[in-house]
């Protein structure tokens, strides 16, 4: 076969070792996302405070990456990939950081600020990492090769699991919110020394994070990183972009389609404790480690799914999928025990392969628009942060009458997710048959 007619590699030699390095950051944000959702459930008991009020921390931790992925853009346009990546591993390390004076304050919006500053850093990191590796090679390849790197992000998540599980939940006091409760009225002394004790076990795993991240960011600082074609273009032209990918309407479908994504991966994943703990009177350590099997079932779908889209469309691939969510859902809803709870956990199987793949259709064929686009992508995972409050509040209200059946609040509240896969599930077939001749 000659040169000409070989296909691209996913990954040219020459770049193994920063695709490598960038790689490790998809890594480091799924450990950030997947100690945190835990932690939830966690200053619920804690700080003795509503279903909707702890998913604040959702809204904090989502609402960083939101607020700061167009001037993420913006920043990395104007200098490099590399300076968006140092950028944000500082941001990163210092929300981190910060846990350790919001302990000693014992007040939860401190916490908030802290979850905060930490995502405005993972947003300048996904910004540039998710651009960057689409860059390092053949576009014809470009989405399998986000695949690739985005199948280190669950590594990173289980072991942000396997952290929170054994590390903080275990380690945390087992008394009950009932039995703090009555504690705090009697003696309000022990009650916050009992919280001080705690939130101490929360903050050890994030000052160590913090530390990590900025032993990362020295590594690269040092790293010599290859610079993509698309950086020699400086100037600013963010009107006209704008036009142009409001224009486009398999970015402007991409970008809500991602927002209802991360919304229904948020929701699942933060309340299978809440639906452990309620609908079957499981601890929180036990409920996060249907958590860790949902994770596990992530990341080992989301290796055969890259395989698979060497055969199938990446539209027919995520309408397939977002249908099989939207089912898995409807029996969390509606089915009741430990088969709900299976049906919540394999809802992860389908989950595994959406973001990377929306990202790439939307993304394809945009150019040197791809920097502000991305960020556009990266926005929509705000989706994160107002739907788990939304669901929190379901949670918060008495049993729904349906008439054939009572719900429970907390599988009721699951309604949530199964919109999302309704949209996904538009979207991959739009991808497909509309939008397949408009690159």
């Not at 939830?40 to 998913?55: D, H, Q, R, T, Y």
């Not at 300076?83 to 000693?104: E, V």
């Not at 309000?188 to 795993?205: K, M, N, S, V």
Request: proline content about 4%.
């Amino acid at each position: 076969m000659s040169d000409a007619a070989r296909p691209a590699p996913v990954i040219a030699r020459e770049i193994v070792l920063p695709f490598i390095l960038v790689t490790s950051l998809f890594a480091l944000w799924g450990f950030a996302n997947d100690i945190t959702n835990p932690m939830v459930a966690a200053f619920k008991n804690i700080l003795l405070i509503s279903n909707f009020e702890s998913s604040l921390v959702q809204f904090a931790f989502y609402g960083g990456y939101c607020v700061m992925a167009i001037p993420a853009a913006i920043f990395i346009k104007r200098f490099t990939y590399k300076a968006g990546i140092l950028t944000g591993l500082i941001l990163y390390a210092a929300g981190c950081l910060l846990f350790i004076p919001s302990g000693w304050m014992m007040e939860f919006w401190a916490f908030l600020l802290a979850y905060f500053i930490m995502t405005c850093g993972l947003s300048f990191l996904e910004t540039s990492a998710n651009p960057y590796v689409l860059s390092m090679g053949a576009e014809e390849n470009a989405t399998r090769r986000l695949n690739f790197a985005q199948a280190f992000n669950p590594i990173g998540s289980l072991t942000g699991m396997l952290v929170a599980k054994n590390f903080i939940l275990q380690k945390l006091d087992p008394m009950t919110e009932e039995a703090r409760r009555a504690l705090k009225s009697t003696d309000a002394a022990a009650f916050t020394r009992l919280a001080d004790h705690d939130l101490g076990i929360i903050i050890g795993p994030y000052a160590i994070l913090g530390l990590f991240v900025l032993a990362v960011m020295v590594v690269f600082a040092i790293a010599k990183l290859p610079r993509s074609h698309h950086e020699d273009h400086k100037e600013l032209d963010i009107g006209g972009t704008l036009k142009r990918l409001g224009r486009n309407a398999k970015y402007i479908e991409g970008v809500v389609a991602q927002a209802f994504y991360v919304g229904a991966q948020i929701m699942c994943w933060t309340f299978i404790i809440q639906y452990a703990e309620l609908e079957l009177g499981m601890t929180k350590a036990t409920g996060q480690k249907y958590n860790m099997i949902a994770m596990t079932i992530f990341v080992t779908s989301r290796f055969i799914c890259t395989y698979l889209l060497k055969y199938f469309s990446p539209g027919g691939l995520l309408l397939s999928l977002a249908l099989g969510g939207f089912g898995l859902t409807a029996g969390t809803i509606f089915i009741q025990g430990m088969t709900g709870l299976y049906c919540l956990v394999g809802v992860s199987a389908c989950m595994s392969l959406m973001f990377p793949t929306i990202y790439g259709i939307a993304l394809r064929g945009l150019g040197d628009d791809a920097k502000l686009g991305a960020a556009g992508l990266i926005m929509a995972i705000g989706g994160g942060c107002l739907m788990p409050p939304m669901q929190g509040w379901i949670m918060d209200q008495s049993a729904f009458n349906l008439g054939f059946m009572t719900l429970s609040s907390v599988r009721a509240s699951f309604v949530l997710p199964l919109i999302c896969f309704v949209v996904i599930a538009i979207y991959g077939f739009r991808t497909s048959n509309v939008h397949k001749h408009s690159h």
